[in-house]
């Protein structure tokens, strides 16, 4: 396992994450601030990755008072809990201060992936998403960074007609099986039910459509702490297997809503004729 992941929804925040099972580092935060001493808050961090010495931390915007998206704390930091958040790239280019924001400013970011190349890949959202009220800022963007150089490489905007009007992209994983040109991402739309593929090399994208992506009916009333709602997540997010004989992996996926788990390989999801154009591969995703 190389990093794991923890969607987090209380106010005590605990983020476990091991590299190559030899480090180990927990961080506790408590009490979510940031560098700059400025108001915030409702901050609840949703995802943590790591590179290197920087641990990433991404607080959606889900609510007011967040001041930045996309931040990192150092691992060697001799502070361990509540350390503020550091704003990746920077301060400015997370800020948000209406009509007047830059447009390549980050919006909203819930996960963010690493590559073997030295590369950060995630979707800002675009969305705030405010309890019963959403409102769409900016088009959803997958970004794509050299972390080397802390700059953008790849800004693509996601073609509007791959999208529904409900759709959210939260993960984003990557796939490089050859160098690091020749990268896919699989990017599952929990809202919206389907799968972007993203081809790297050629800058382009399409969406896969199939019944695996939506919720199971039966298996979304959920009672978490004796509150009881119903849930209708899809697939927030995928993995991966090893290479395979042939060159490809197998793509595993669920919905979040769901207690069956499926798989595809991803030389059906990278043929784009193949993943939207054919019926035949419907047989090829199969429960696992
Ligand atoms: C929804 O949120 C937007 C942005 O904060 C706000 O302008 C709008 O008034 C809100 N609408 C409702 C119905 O609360
Ligand atoms: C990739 O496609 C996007 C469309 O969203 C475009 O803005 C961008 O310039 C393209 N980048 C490259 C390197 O072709
Ligand atoms: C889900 O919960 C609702 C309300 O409690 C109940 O009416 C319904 O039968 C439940 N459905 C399943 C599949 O458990
Ligand atoms: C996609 O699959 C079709 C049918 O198997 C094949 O003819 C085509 O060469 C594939 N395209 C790519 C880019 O691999």
């Not at 405010?130 to 800022?137: A, D, E, H, Q, V």
């Amino acid at each position: 396992m190389r990093v794991a992941l923890f969607c987090i929804l209380s106010a005590t925040i605990v983020l476990v994450s091991s590299v190559g099972l030899r480090e180990e580092f927990i961080y506790r935060l408590r009490i979510v601030n940031y560098i700059f001493s400025i108001h915030s808050e409702n901050n609840i961090p949703m995802g943590a990755n790591v590179w290197r010495n920087k641990l990433f931390i991404t607080v959606p915007r889900r609510r007011l008072g967040i001041p930045s998206t996309l931040n990192y704390v150092r691992l060697d930091s001799p502070q361990k809990h509540n350390v503020p958040l550091t704003p990746y790239p920077s301060w400015a280019k997370n800020v948000y201060s209406g009509y007047e924001t830059p447009t390549e400013n980050l919006f909203s970011v819930y996960r963010v992936a690493v590559d073997p190349c030295d590369r950060l890949w995630f979707v800002d959202t675009g969305l705030l998403e405010l309890p019963g009220n959403r409102t769409k800022i900016k088009p959803m963007t997958l970004v794509i960074m050299d972390l080397n150089t802390d700059t953008v490489i790849r800004r693509y905007t996601i073609p509007k007609y791959q999208l529904k009007d409900t759709s959210v992209i939260a993960t984003v994983t990557v796939d490089i099986t050859e160098f690091c040109d020749k990268a896919f991402a699989y990017l599952p739309d929990f809202a919206g039910f389907g799968l972007i593929v993203y081809d790297f090399r050629r800058n382009r994208s399409w969406r896969v459509s199939h019944n695996y992506f939506h919720p199971e009916p039966g298996a979304s009333n959920l009672t978490i702490g004796g509150l009881s709602f119903q849930f209708n997540d899809g697939v927030f997010s995928v993995e991966l297997s090893q290479v395979k004989s042939n060159g490809f992996r197998d793509m595993y996926f669920h919905a979040l809503a769901g207690t069956h788990m499926y798989k595809v390989s991803t030389e059906l999801l990278r043929n784009e004729t193949l993943a939207t154009v054919t019926n035949i591969y419907k047989n090829d995703i199969k429960v696992s």
